[in-house]
């Protein structure tokens, strides 16, 4: 089938910076998302970039597109205790009837250590 | 409010009875979208509507299921005859996305509420 994936858990120290991978396997993907959610609350839109994009950085946030490898990458410089969460990635997939239909995939769980 | 409301947050029913999940979607948002999350687990799509029909309902696991929305506003999901493997939480979302809008509605970002927690019995 075509899945995101992700890698379950990362651990990084305060101040360090956090790399989250994220692969996914539709050519066709146009939006790729970065959520966070944190415990007991909905998923907050991070960014997002285009697929003819190879790069985008907004603030601590800097999203890495390989479109070859279908790779992307969140990075967050100077992690903080506040970041840690659960951070998903996301894509939308070209055509179909579901404008808008995100597939996930199953988070990677960031914990920032003091 | 601005954002997405859900409710309840949190139920409890015992396995066999139905229960009902409502959806507040953003005033004007034309998509809404449930998705459920199991513990430990990434989101699956569950169901997707335009307005008040619902072009892809690929990720309702079974017949158990169903969601509907009125006045492209407000969506109820229904579990009927609940399992225990239907424990999650049920998330729901919504968006300026439409299929009249073309590819700058891929840019629209989903908003979710902040779910209900269903436990099964």
């Known amino acids: 089938g075509e899945d995101v994936e992700q890698s379950l858990f990362l651990s990084v120290r305060e101040g360090d910076s956090s790399v989250i991978n994220c692969t996914y396997t539709?050519?066709?993907?146009?939006?790729l998302y970065w959520y966070k959610q944190e415990p007991g609350a909905g998923l907050q839109l991070l960014t997002y970039?285009?697929?003819?994009?190879d790069m985008k950085q907004d603030q601590r946030l800097t999203v890495l597109l390989n479109k070859k490898d279908k790779h992307l990458s969140l990075r967050i410089a100077d992690t903080q205790t506040g970041d840690s969460a659960i951070y998903f990635c996301?894509?939308?997939?070209?055509?179909?009837?579901?404008?808008?239909?995100?597939?996930f995939g199953q988070g990677t769980i960031l914990t920032v250590h003091p | 409010g601005a954002g997405v409301s859900q409710s309840p947050s949190n139920k409890v029913t015992e396995k066999g009875k139905d229960v009902e999940l409502r959806c507040d979607p953003i005033s004007g948002h034309t998509a809404l979208y449930w998705y459920r999350q199991r513990l430990g687990q990434g989101l699956e799509f569950l169901i997707y509507?335009?307005?008040?029909?619902?072009?892809?309902k690929s990720g309702l696991p079974s017949d158990r299921f169903s969601a509907e929305r009125t006045g492209e506003s407000v969506s109820t999901l229904t579990i009927q005859r609940t399992q225990q493997e239907d424990s999650a939480v049920y998330l729901c979302?919504?968006?300026?996305?439409?299929?009249?809008?073309?590819?700058?509605?891929?840019?629209?970002?989903?908003?979710f509420g902040n779910g209900t927690r269903l436990t099964v019995t």
């Open positions: 996301a894509e939308i997939r070209a055509g179909g009837t579901s404008y808008g239909k995100l597939t």
């Open positions: 970039i285009f697929s003819n994009m």
């Open positions: 539709d050519s066709s993907s146009t939006y």
């Open positions: 979302a919504s968006s300026l996305a439409g299929l009249d809008r073309g590819l700058s509605s891929y840019n629209s970002p989903l908003h």
């Open positions: 509507f335009q307005g008040n029909s619902a072009p892809d």
